[in-house]
């Protein structure tokens, strides 16, 4: 049986619960010093985005934040480059044999960034440049304000990043993503035993792909269709977290109740097994020729893979007859 879920990807990052009322701001405790510690905020402000839709819960986050560090008084200082370099404010830096100068600027003060002991790049609005500009300018703008504003807060010499922001470019690289998503697979050796797969295209939205094989597979034929998604990704909370099991979207297959499939043949090595690691050797011993697909360089598994083994086992015993071609 095949399963396909869809949810909002990364893994276990969807709605907050009622952080507003769950949280509590803990009585005056001094962890910073105002004069030489100040914390930086990097996000987006107000309660509607510039398109006048209102805020996520995700972003109400810092609201909290910001109660508790004031309870704790420690300064605070929160920028928004998508608003704020729009409205008086500034980030500049200078880098000389002394180290690194700069200044965020405001309109009711001025940082010194020499001062900034953490900080903390949420979900900031970008900044478009000024009104007027065409579409192309506007990303030029938008990037070279990421890479600015970035740039500066990534090399405060003394700051503690909650996520670095190089950190946060890199998890936006396309190819890192797709890397991440190659081994983003796991076994999962609890009754049913499945296989998870990250199949979440260039494009998203995420997708994971389940096969439950043999006498298993027949068993989730016997439970409802929910009973039959709860054994199959409750499993999976411990790993990708509980948002799992609220998926967008699902899919099932039974391939083998399929007519003209009559199931999904794959090879799958013993839970355990140290030596089942395919694709296996095929180095021809004497006059045998191993075939197989578990012996496939591709496809090691499938019935591709055992359709090409037997190809390329069938060459090599020509090769070796005797008047073979050279």
């Known amino acids: ?65 910001l109660r508790v560090l004031a309870a704790r008084r ?36 001025d940082l010194d960034l020499t001062r900034v002991r953490s900080v903390w790049v949420r979900r900031p609005s970008a900044y478009d440049g000024p009104p007027g500009l065409d579409e192309h300018d506007r990303r030029f703008a938008r990037d070279q304000s990421f890479w600015g504003t970035g740039g500066v807060l990534a090399s ?35 009754s049913p035993g499945r296989a998870v797969f990250d199949t979440t295209a260039p494009s998203g939205p995420g997708h994971l792909c389940t096969l439950v094989a043999g006498p298993e597979a027949r068993a989730l034929d016997g439970l409802d269709a929910g009973s039959r998604r709860q054994a199959l990704l409750a499993p999976l909370v411990p790993h990708l977290g509980p948002d799992v099991l609220k998926p967008t979207g699902w899919h099932e297959k039974a391939w083998h109740r399929d007519e003209h499939a009559g199931g999904g043949y794959i090879v799958l090595p013993e839970p355990g097994t140290a030596e089942g690691i395919m694709p296996l050797s095929h180095a021809p011993l004497g006059n045998v020729h191993w075939a197989g697909s ?33």
């Open 294 to 326: 578990e012996t496939a360089d591709e496809h090691p598994g499938y019935l591709e893979g055992a359709i090409a083994s037997g190809l390329r086992a069938a060459r090599e015993i020509i090769d070796a007859l005797p008047g073979a071609p050279e």
């Open 156 to 190: 405060l010499p003394h700051a503690h990043n909650v996520n670095h922001p190089w950190n946060n470019r890199a998890a936006e690289h396309k190819p890192a993503q797709l890397a991440a998503a190659q081994r983003a697979e796991f076994l999962i050796l609890d």
């Open 1 to 65: 049986m095949s399963t396909m879920t869809h949810t909002p990807a990364p893994w276990g990052t969807g709605r907050m619960g009622p952080y507003e009322d769950a949280v509590a701001v803990p009585q005056f405790t001094p962890v910073l010093d105002p004069e030489t510690q100040i914390a930086l905020i990097v996000d987006e402000k107000g309660r509607t985005g510039r398109d006048g839709r209102p805020r996520h819960q995700h972003q109400r986050v810092t609201d909290i934040v």
């Open 74 to 109: 420690v300064p605070v200082v929160r920028l928004d480059p998508g608003t704020d370099l729009l409205t008086g404010s500034s980030l500049s830096a200078s880098y000389g044999t002394d180290g690194q100068r700069g200044v965020l600027r405001t309109p009711s003060r």
